[in-house]
Structure formats: C-alpha cells, structure tokens
C-alpha cells in the first residue's frame, strides 16, 4: 500500500522559513508526479505545488509562488516544499500526495487527480 | 482562476436516505472533475475521477455525474460511516477544490 509520511512542520514567525519533507514507499517514486495540498484550521483544500516525476516543471498558485518551492530527490524518494516569507495565512496542515500519472512508453502524463495522501503535518505561523 | 460553488453547505439526512450533492464551475471543465471524501482528522480519499469513475475502495451506491460546468455527487442510500465532508477538485485550469459538502446524520 502507498505510503507517505510528512514532516518538518512546526511554529515559526512570520517571515520566516520552514522545510517540509514527505518520505514515500511502497511504489516506484520515480514515475510519479507529487503535489502538496494544505488545509488552514476549520477550512478546506488548497493546492499548493506540483512537481513533475522528474523534477523537469513546477507549478504554483499565485497565492505561494515565489515564496514556496517544491523540489524532490527521486535517488531518496522524497519530496521536499520550501517555504519562505511565511505569513499567519499560511498556518495549515500541509498535505503530500501522489498525482494518478499515466506513463506510456515514451512519457509520463499528469492526470492531476490525487490518489493517495499523506496523513499531514501542522505549520503555525505566528508570532 | 476556475472557481467551484459547493452546495449544499451542509446536508442531514437519515440512514439509508439518497444524498445529492452539488458542483458548479465558473466555466466549462469538460468532465475533468474529482470528488474527494474526507473524515474528521484524516487525510481526503479520492473518490471520483473523471466526473464518474469511482476509484477502488469504494462502494457502488456513490456515483458521480454530470459534464461542462454541473456536476453531482449522489449517494444512493447513506450509511453511517459515509459521514464526511466531501469536495470536488477541478484540474483544467490549475487545480481548485470546492469549498466542501459537510454531509452529517440526522
């Protein structure tokens, strides 16, 4: 069964600076694109990042982008997300999950669907 | 930005009642929609793709429909453990979710 496991979250001021990690087992990391989706206190779902399986495209909301980056290290199978110039709105459990790719032989396709998710982890944003 | 409207806001219904729930986009998505399932404390399943295809793990009395810009997510006769809130998520245009269903027992 799919398995990923968040970390890194944590209380910071706003301005500051976190790392979060997702640790993914029990499928070839490799072939898939990743996403992160956060959900603010009592609210619902944001997406927050994509990356590619490959790590060869990006992409973000205008509410994070040049704040946040996401990257990945398919030789560990993890997934990384920066988070820089933290504001109190970014407060949220921050969710990794798996995006439903399609690989042919050739390429692998983005389905943006989500099929699989981690359980989260807790940023706070506060002074 | 593609917006998504949710409704109802909040459905109580009794057991074994049909549930219907509500996704309209702000423009055509063709049938490039997923519903998702999520319960207190826990991360969202996927539910539904591609407007009607229920992913594994489901059982058949959820059902998706609908193309364009209205879409419905029903349960055919509510059980229980199908408490949760659900949303529906758009990909043609970046990915957004809906602002939820919250679908409780009365």
């Known amino acids: 069964q799919v398995q990923l496991v968040e970390s890194g979250g944590g209380v910071v001021q706003p301005g500051g600076s976190l790392r979060l990690s997702c640790a993914a087992s029990?499928?070839?990391?490799?072939?898939?694109?990743m996403h992160w989706v956060r959900q603010a206190p009592g609210k619902g779902l944001e997406w927050v990042a994509f990356?590619?399986?490959?790590?060869?495209?990006?992409y973000y909301p205008d509410s994070v982008k040049g704040r946040f980056t996401i990257s990945r290290d398919n030789s560990k199978n993890m997934l990384y997300l920066q988070m820089n110039s933290l504001r109190t709105e970014d407060t949220a459990v921050y969710y990794c999950?798996?995006?439903?790719?399609?690989?042919?032989?050739?390429?692998?396709?983005?389905?943006?669907?989500?099929?699989?998710w981690g359980r989260g982890t807790l940023v706070t944003v506060s002074s | 930005e593609i917006v998504l409207t949710q409704s109802p806001a909040t459905l109580s219904l009794s057991p074994g009642e049909r549930a219907t729930l509500s996704c309209r986009a702000s423009?055509?998505?063709?049938?490039?929609l997923a519903w998702y399932q999520q319960k207190p404390g826990q991360a969202p399943r996927l539910l539904i793709y591609?407007?009607?295809n229920r992913a594994t793990g489901f059982p058949a009395r959820f059902r998706g429909s609908g193309s364009g810009t209205d879409f419905t997510l029903t349960i055919s006769s509510l059980e229980p453990e199908d408490c949760a809130v659900y949303y529906c998520?758009?990909?043609?245009?970046?990915?957004?979710f809906g602002g939820g269903t919250k679908v409780e027992m009365k």
């Open positions: 990356i590619r399986f490959d790590g060869s495209n990006m």
């Open positions: 029990e499928f070839t990391f490799s072939d898939y694109g």
């Open positions: 423009q055509s998505i063709s049938s490039y």
């Open positions: 998520q758009q990909r043609t245009d970046g990915l957004t």
């Open positions: 999950a798996k995006d439903s790719t399609y690989c042919s032989t050739s390429d692998c396709y983005a389905n943006w669907y989500l099929d699989f």
């Open positions: 591609g407007a009607s």
